[in-house]
C-alpha cells in the first residue's frame, strides 16, 4: 500500500512538473518572440497555441518512445473525454456556459471531423506513420485556417482566437533577456523530467495494481493534464466568460487529437518503437470519447447554453465512465 501511494505521489509530482514546465517555457518563449518583433498573431498561433499543449505533448511521445503507448494514448483519449465531461460539468456549476459565440460552432465541427478520423485511424489496433502524418498536417492546416480567421471583421469575437492572441495582455512575462534565457531553460529543464517521472511511475504502478497502462493514462494522467483547462474555466465563468471556457476546451481537444497524436504516432515510428491500442479503447474508451464529444457539439448546434442540472449531469456521467472503467480493467 505503501509503494503504491509512493508511486501516484511520484506521478503526481510528475504531472505538476510537466504543467509548471510547460506554462513557463510558454511565457519565456513568448516573450523572445516578442522581443524579437514578431508579430502577435503569429505569436498566438504558434508558441501559445503548441506551447500550451506542451505537457500533453511531451509525456505522450515519451510514452510512446519508450514502449507505453497505452500511456501515450491513454493521455489524449482520457484528456478529451475529462475535457468534455468533467471540465464543462465542473465549470457548468459555477456559471452557464454559453456556445453560440462566433466560431465556437466551427471549431466545434472541426473537433468532431477530427475525432471520427482519429478513432477511425485506431479501430486496426495500431496508429501507421501515414496517419501521424496526415494529423500532424490536418493542424497545419487548421493554424493556418485560423490565421486567415484572425484577419477577419469578427475574429475578435471567437473566445479560442481572442484567448491565443492576446499575447500583449499575457500575464508573468519576464522582461530581461536574462530573465527570458532562465525561463525557457527551467521550462526545458521541467518538461523531460516530469514526463520522466509519469512514464516511468506510471507503468510500474501498472504493473504494481495488475492493471493496464491504458487505466494510468486515462484516469491520472489524463485528469492531471486537464487542469489547467479545469481551472481556466471555472474563472472564466465566475467572470461571465463563460464562451471563452467551452472555446479553449473545445481547442484543446482539436490539439490533443492531430497535434499530441500525430506527433506521438510519427515520433514512436521513427524510433522504431511498437505502436499497438489496447483492444480496451476499440471496444469502449473510443466510443465514449466520441459520445462526449457529441453531446457537446449537441449543445453548441441546438444553440442551448450548458446549465447547471447540465452540468451535473456531464460531472456524473464523468464519475459514471471512471466507474466502469476501472470495474472493466480491475474485475
Do not use: C
Amino acid at each position: 500500500m505503501a509503494e503504491t501511494l509512493l508511486l501516484i505521489l511520484m506521478i503526481a509530482i510528475g504531472i505538476v512538473l510537466l504543467l509548471v514546465g510547460g506554462d513557463v517555457l510558454v511565457r519565456g518563449a513568448t516573450a523572445m518572440a516578442r522581443k524579437m518583433g514578431v508579430p502577435p498573431l503569429v505569436v498566438g498561433l504558434t508558441v501559445v497555441a503548441f506551447g500550451t499543449s506542451a505537457p500533453e505533448m511531451v509525456v505522450s511521445v515519451a510514452a510512446a518512445i519508450q514502449g507505453a503507448p497505452g500511456l501515450a494514448y491513454g493521455n489524449i483519449v482520457g484528456s478529451n473525454i475529462a475535457n468534455i465531461l468533467m471540465v464543462l460539468g465542473v465549470a457548468a456549476l459555477f456559471a452557464p456556459l454559453v456556445t453560440r459565440a462566433p466560431g465556437v460552432r466551427t471549431n466545434t465541427a472541426i473537433a468532431m471531423g477530427l475525432t471520427a478520423l482519429f478513432i477511425g485511424f485506431g479501430l486496426n489496433g495500431a496508429f501507421e506513420l501515414r496517419e501521424g502524418w496526415v494529423l500532424i498536417g490536418a493542424i497545419l492546416v487548421y493554424i493556418i485556417w485560423l490565421g486567415y480567421s484572425a484577419t477577419r471583421p469578427k475574429a475578435a469575437a471567437d473566445p479560442l482566437l481572442s484567448e491565443m492572441t492576446d499575447v500583449d495582455n499575457m500575464d508573468g512575462l519576464p522582461r530581461s533577456a536574462g530573465m527570458i534565457a532562465v525561463f525557457i531553460l527551467i521550462g526545458l529543464a521541467l518538461l523531460p523530467r516530469g514526463a520522466h517521472f509519469v512514464v516511468s511511475n506510471g507503468s510500474v504502478l501498472a504493473r504494481e495494481l495488475g492493471i493496464s497502462e491504458a487505466v494510468i493514462g486515462l484516469t491520472l494522467l489524463a485528469v492531471g493534464t486537464s487542469l489547467p483547462e479545469l481551472a481556466t474555466a471555472i474563472v472564466a465563468a465566475l467572470r461571465k466568460q463563460a464562451a471563452m471556457a467551452f472555446g479553449n476546451i473545445i481547442g484543446s481537444n482539436i490539439f490533443n487529437i492531430a497535434a499530441v497524436g500525430g506527433l506521438t504516432a510519427v515520433s514512436a515510428h521513427l524510433a522504431r518503437a511498437p505502436i499497438t491500442i489496447e483492444d480496451s479503447f476499440v471496444r469502449f474508451d473510443f466510443w465514449v470519447m466520441g459520445a462526449a464529444m457529441l453531446i457537446g457539439a449537441a449543445f453548441v448546434f441546438m444553440k442551448r447554453p450548458i446549465g447547471r442540472i447540465s452540468g451535473i449531469v456531464l460531472a456524473g456521467a464523468y464519475a459514471a465512465y471512471l466507474a466502469a472503467l476501472l470495474f472493466i480493467h480491475i474485475s
